[in-house]
């Protein structure tokens, strides 16, 4: 499993309120990724990190935000949720450039 | 940017025979392709990966086969197995870049 843990499993919460996602690593891998996985799409990417306080936006970051102040640890923030971020969420890691990429087990996020 | 898709939602097989399963990309420029398993509830896990210098790559009952001249990639599984039941889905990376762009996945049901 990568040494990767993620937490909680599984919250429901309301529209409107602030949901902060976390994803912890053992291994000191430097590459990290959030991703949100939805029927009918593949994994999409929201935000990844390539090192401490180094983070960059992927193809669905909009009203989402992420820190990284710790190599292990890379948190995913919903500001303000909304019903369409209801969704899975998944953390991965790299360890280097061009390597694949393991996956946590995953979020359950669910916005009513 | 990079499109993945595979060509069959689901596909079943008998316990013991062969299966492949297909993906195809759209861009040139991916230089590496990644497979993964994911079974109900868990995260994605990676099966094996590809890099675009090969056409072929074996590991334990799995071989991934590149044909980059119609941009395709295949999955074959020797002797299926009931644990072989999951989704499985493949990944391609731009070259020089660190995302992945996912296709949506195959469900592989094995029939006893």
């Known amino acids: 499993d990568a040494g990767i843990t993620q937490s909680p499993r599984h919250k429901v919460t309301e529209t409107g309120t602030p949901v902060t996602l976390r994803c912890h690593q053992t291994?000191?891998?430097?590459?990290m990724y959030w991703y949100r996985q939805d029927p009918g799409h593949g994994l999409r990417l929201i935000h990844y990190?390539?090192?401490?306080?180094?983070?960059d936006k992927g193809e669905v970051s909009d009203g989402y935000s992420v820190s990284r102040s710790k190599t292990e640890d890379f948190l995913l923030t919903l500001e303000s949720a909304t019903s369409s971020q209801t969704s899975v969420y998944f953390c991965a890691v790299e360890s280097g450039s061009g390597e694949e990429q393991y996956f946590g087990p995953g979020t359950r996020l669910t916005v009513t | 940017g990079e499109s993945v898709g595979l060509h069959l939602p689901t596909l079943s097989v008998q316990e013991g025979d062969n299966s492949i399963i297909n993906c195809a990309y759209s861009n040139s420029a991916s230089d590496y392709f990644i497979w993964y398993k994911q079974e109900s509830g868990k995260g994605p896990q990676f099966i094996i990966d590809?890099?675009?210098?090969?056409d072929k790559r074996q590991g334990q009952r799995v071989t991934v086969l590149l044909n980059k001249t119609v941009k395709h990639l295949s999955l074959q599984i020797a002797a299926t197995q009931p644990g072989d039941s999951a989704v499985y889905f493949c990944a391609a990376r731009e070259g020089g870049g660190n995302k992945l762009t996912f296709g949506t996945g195959t469900q592989l049901k094995v029939e006893l």
């Open positions: 590809i890099r675009s210098n090969m």
């Open positions: 990190s390539y090192g401490v306080k180094d983070t």
């Open positions: 291994e000191n891998h430097r590459y």
